[in-house]
């Protein structure tokens, strides 16, 4: 088991020793003590400085998009612009992150970042509310510097932290993510409605450049102790060098398996603008509601996942949170008043965070340093990609079949899923963090 590195070990320019992990863990309360760490603290602190600003911006960016064009297919168009270079960056930024020195990947993605949303704040004060293309130019410019900062931020962490403290690292970064999910919006929807879009982008572009600054102080973080000169042409074969490790992983593999499996059949966003307009149509801001219930679970699962940090059997753990997703699903589709719905996406919310949180470690401890970036790459394709898929499926059946049919059936695909895994790859139910392999 390793410990976090400090400056003599490293020779990385650290001011302060790293503290020893504390192995005292306060029950079912988040587990703070990677922040003991100063690294760890720094890298934190520029997570939590950016997470409201964008969350902020991808409101936004869908209500300039309307704003400017008055149709809701632009915004859909919006999507895919932003897809297109997150699915891309993702990958390659995973790769580049295997051979860059990661401080300097996160520091100038962080400030590029911020130069972008800065521009987004000039475009908003354009003559007519802005410039379309400008807008769909920067914003594939955020998803893409985006796409690669977060691969390499996430193929750091056991650097900063060590192997045992990996899973409290992750639930840390996930709390304040969904945080920023539930604040973010709440803000920008405020600013909008003053007529402030132009401040929104601005939080944003602060937000960045706050966690520049913080990422100023991290020490040198080279993969697997080395870097080596940059090529385009390198990290492009590095994406195909990642796809071929993950096939002779089948822990790893299935880490992607089982969650395209849980958001192709059971994410259920697609469905809330038609239960506004039918099933709930009586109760007041059930819109808001039904997006936000699945956030309101991941945010107090977050705060209460001490426990979570202490699995051992990590992989029986993600079936287990992933089932939970399933069954409440079904839930979902069942319920017949607002109150019930909100609380089985919480309940959905909270059993995928634990899975994500889980997932996340497994890929940081079972694949070797040199290989972490591009496994965190494909980690942020499939968590982007999948919901996105999911929407697709859960929309087209509940146009033919109807809400609850389009939900309990999916739901009830990824039960029988998840069992189905349990049999068919042992190595993935039997895996146990503390046998993990770590590079």
Same mark, same amino acid.
């Given at each position: 088991?390793?410990?976090?590195?400090?400056?003599?070990?490293?020779?990385?320019?650290?001011?302060?020793?790293?503290?020893?992990?504390?192995?005292?863990?306060?029950?079912?309360?988040?587990?703070?003590?990677?922040?003991?760490?100063?690294?760890?603290?720094?890298?934190?602190?520029?997570?939590?400085?950016?997470?409201?600003?964008?969350?902020?911006?991808?409101?936004?960016?869908?209500?300039?998009?309307?704003?400017?064009?008055?149709?809701?297919?632009?915004?859909?168009?919006?999507?895919?612009?932003?897809?297109?270079?997150?699915?891309?960056?993702?990958?390659?930024?995973?790769?580049?992150?295997?051979?860059?020195?990661?401080?300097?990947?996160?520091? =100038?993605?962080?400030? &590029?970042?911020? !130069?972008?949303?800065? *521009? #987004?704040?000039?475009?908003?004060? /354009? @003559?007519? %509310? +802005?410039?379309?293309?400008?807008?769909?130019?920067?914003?594939?410019?955020?998803?893409?510097?985006?796409?690669?900062?977060?691969?390499?931020?996430?193929?750091?962490?056991?650097?900063?932290?060590?192997?045992?403290?990996?899973?409290?690292?992750?639930?840390?970064?996930?709390?304040?993510?969904?945080?920023?999910?539930?604040?973010?919006?709440?803000?920008?929807?405020?600013?909008?409605?003053?007529?402030?879009?132009?401040?929104?982008?601005? =939080?944003?572009?602060? &937000?960045?450049? !706050?966690?520049?600054? *913080? #990422?100023?102080?991290?020490?040198? /973080? @080279?993969? %697997? +102790?080395?870097?080596?000169?940059?090529?385009?042409?390198?990290?492009?074969?590095?994406?195909?060098?990642?796809?071929?490790?993950?096939?002779?992983?089948?822990?790893?593999?299935?880490?992607?398996?089982?969650?395209?499996?849980?958001?192709?059949?059971?994410?259920?966003?697609?469905?809330?603008?038609?239960?506004?307009?039918?099933?709930?149509?009586?109760?007041?801001?059930?819109?808001?509601?039904?997006?936000?219930?699945?956030?309101?679970?991941?945010?107090?699962? &977050?705060?209460?996942?001490?426990?979570?940090?202490?699995?051992?059997?990590?992989?029986?753990?993600?079936? +287990?949170?992933?089932?939970?997703?399933?069954?409440?699903?079904?839930?979902?589709?069942?319920?017949?008043?607002?109150?019930?719905?909100?609380?089985?996406?919480?309940?959905?919310?909270?059993?995928?965070?634990?899975?994500?949180?889980?997932?996340?470690?497994?890929?940081?401890?079972?694949?070797?340093?040199?290989?972490?970036?591009?496994?965190?790459?494909?980690?942020?394709?499939?968590?982007?990609?999948?919901?996105?898929?999911?929407?697709?499926?859960?929309?087209?059946?509940?146009?033919?079949?109807?809400?609850?049919?389009?939900?309990?059936?999916?739901?009830?695909?990824?039960?029988?899923?998840?069992?189905?895994?349990?049999?068919?790859?042992?190595?993935?139910?039997?895996?146990?963090?503390?046998?993990?392999?770590?590079?």
């Amino acid at each position: 088991m390793s410990e976090p590195v400090d400056a003599e070990q490293a020779g990385r320019g650290v001011e302060e020793p790293v503290p020893e992990p504390v192995r005292r863990r306060r029950g079912l309360a988040l587990d703070t003590t990677p922040l003991q760490i100063p690294a760890y603290r720094r890298m934190f602190g520029g997570l939590a400085a950016t997470m409201v600003g964008q969350q902020m911006t991808l409101v936004a960016v869908p209500f300039q998009v309307y704003e400017l064009t008055g149709r809701s297919l632009f915004v859909g168009i919006t999507s895919v612009v932003a897809l297109v270079p997150l699915v891309v960056f993702g990958l390659l930024g995973g790769a580049i992150a295997d051979v860059m020195d990661r401080r300097k990947l996160m520091l =100038v993605t962080s400030t &590029g970042a911020a !130069v972008t949303s800065a *521009l #987004l704040a000039v475009q908003a004060l /354009l @003559p007519g %509310g +802005g410039n379309l293309a400008l807008l769909w130019v920067l914003t594939a410019f955020v998803s893409g510097f985006s796409a690669v900062n977060q691969p390499a931020r996430s193929a750091a962490i056991p650097a900063l932290v060590g192997t045992e403290l990996v899973p409290a690292a992750n639930a840390l970064a996930m709390t304040v993510r969904q945080a920023g999910v539930i604040a973010g919006p709440l803000l920008a929807g405020v600013l909008i409605s003053q007529g402030e879009l132009f401040l929104t982008y601005v =939080v944003d572009a602060l &937000g960045f450049l !706050v966690a520049a600054l *913080l #990422l100023r102080g991290l020490p040198s /973080l @080279p993969p %697997g +102790g080395r870097v080596v000169k940059l090529r385009l042409g390198a990290a492009v074969r590095g994406v195909g060098e990642g796809f071929t490790f993950l096939r002779t992983q089948p822990v790893l593999l299935m880490t992607f398996v089982v969650d395209i499996i849980a958001m192709l059949f059971a994410w259920p966003n697609a469905v809330f603008p038609e239960l506004q307009d039918t099933r709930f149509a009586g109760s007041p801001n059930a819109l808001g509601w039904l997006f936000a219930g699945v956030s309101i679970g991941a945010l107090v699962m &977050g705060l209460t996942s001490g426990w979570v940090s202490r699995i051992d059997r990590q992989g029986a753990a993600v079936l +287990g949170a992933i089932v939970v997703w399933g069954v409440a699903t079904v839930g979902f589709g069942l319920a017949q008043s607002l109150w019930l719905a909100v609380l089985f996406l919480a309940i959905a919310g909270a059993g995928d965070m634990v899975s994500a949180v889980l997932r996340s470690s497994m890929l940081q401890l079972a694949a070797p340093d040199e290989m972490r970036g591009r496994m965190q790459g494909v980690f942020i394709v499939v968590v982007a990609g999948g919901p996105r898929l999911g929407d697709l499926r859960a929309g087209a059946l509940a146009s033919a079949a109807g809400v609850t049919a389009a939900m309990v059936s999916g739901g009830v695909v990824v039960v029988v899923a998840m069992a189905a895994v349990a049999l068919l790859v042992p190595s993935f139910w039997l895996f146990r963090a503390s046998r993990s392999t770590v590079g």
